[in-house]
C-alpha cells in the first residue's frame, strides 16, 4: 500500500506554467522504486482521465496526445517524489489532478491501485 500527497496545484493564466509534485509514503516491504507512477485529472462534470505514466527507473513514460510535447512527468527515487511538470496551460488542462501507484513497475495507462487526494489546477483565459 502507498500513501500519496499532491501539491503544487493553483491558478494559472493560460500559457503558464506549474509542476506538481506527489510524495508516497510505502508501508510494505516494497521500495518506492519499484513502482509504477501515473497522473490522472478529472475535470468538473467529467470522467477522469490518463495524463502521463513513468516506469519505476524513469526511463520510460507515456502521455495523453492532449499533453504531449507541453507536460513533463519525472520522479526522483531518492526522494519518494513523482512530478509533473505542465507548460503552456490552457483552460481545458483546468481539473483535480490525481498521482497514482501501481505496483507493476512499467508504464502503465489503468490499472493503478492507490490514489492521492487530488490537486486542483485552475487555468484562467
Known amino acids: 500500500q502507498v500513501q500519496l500527497v499532491e501539491s503544487g496545484g493553483g491558478l494559472v493564466q493560460a500559457g503558464g506554467s506549474l509542476r506538481l509534485s506527489c510524495v508516497a509514503s510505502?508501508?510494505?516491504?516494497?521500495?518506492?522504486?519499484?513502482?509504477?507512477m501515473g497522473w490522472f485529472r478529472q475535470a468538473q462534470g467529467k470522467e477522469r482521465e490518463f495524463v502521463s505514466t513513468?516506469?519505476?527507473?524513469?526511463?520510460?513514460?507515456r502521455y495523453a496526445d492532449s499533453v504531449e510535447g507541453r507536460f513533463t512527468i519525472s520522479r526522483d527515487n531518492a526522494k519518494n517524489t513523482v512530478y509533473l511538470r505542465m507548460n503552456f496551460l490552457k483552460p481545458e488542462d483546468t481539473a483535480v489532478y490525481y498521482c497514482a501507484a501501481a505496483s507493476s513497475g512499467v508504464v502503465l495507462i489503468s490499472g493503478y491501485n492507490d490514489w492521492g487526494q487530488g490537486t486542483q489546477v485552475t487555468v484562467s483565459s
Open positions: 513513468i516506469n519505476w527507473n524513469g526511463g520510460d513514460t
Open positions: 510505502v508501508a510494505s516491504a516494497r521500495t518506492f522504486n519499484s513502482y509504477t
